[in-house]
């Protein structure tokens, strides 16, 4: 019940966005300017709903998995690599700086749903950083598990909010610099969990958040 409650509220704002945008747009007396301005608004409306479209169904499906399947064995530090530089024209816009320490870590898994999990992580790595600050990742073998670490120095969480953190639809303080749909990180805990291993989060407010993920 809950869960349904939420996505109904979640899926309310953007649509009555949408709705109220396109209502505008049927003005014959706007100006070119405000025609643009109210279509890039759907627009980004529209992607928030494809978005959290995609991130309940994928929940969905993974609630209800008990096992990884198409697994093989591939390079997890070139995999971590590739998706930070897909996040390139972010961090550069924020000025931040790149600390990496990676590896060469072997990994058999499931290498698309781990991009999933590299992907959630370092985006909001970006998001919550202050801009000239540090995003470190590093990634290590250690006594039979692989562990991957990823650190910000931006706002940090509350005590409160890092305990919700993986809760679904859970976006407490932080979500006052961004919009996001509060599965982000719900996803991710599940998508570790069926891989065997287990998520941490370390942070305090104003000092930045670190999360630590062990793979078997």
Known sequence: TDFVSNVSHEFKTPLSAIEGYATLL??????????????????????????????????????????????????????????????????EEKELNIDLALEATQYYG????????????????????SAGGTLSIGCRELDGFVIVRIKDTGIGMSEEVRLHAFDKFYQGERSHTTSGSGLGLALVRRIVTLCGGTIEIRSKEGKGTEILVSLK
Do not use: C, H
Request: net charge negative.
């Open 26 to 91: 049927r003005d014959e007396r706007l100006s070119k300017e405000e025609q643009a301005v109210y279509v890039s608004r759907i627009l980004e409306n529209t992607s928030r709903l494809g978005k959290l479209t995609q991130s309940i169904l994928s929940l969905s499906q993974l609630e209800n998995q008990e096992i990884v399947l198409q697994q093989e064995s591939f390079m997890l530090d070139e995999q971590i690599r590739r998706v930070l530089l897909g996040y390139e024209p972010l961090w």
């Open 110 to 129: 499931n290498k698309s749903l781990l991009a999933q999990v590299w992907s959630n992580l370092i985006d909001n790595a970006i998001k919550f950083s």
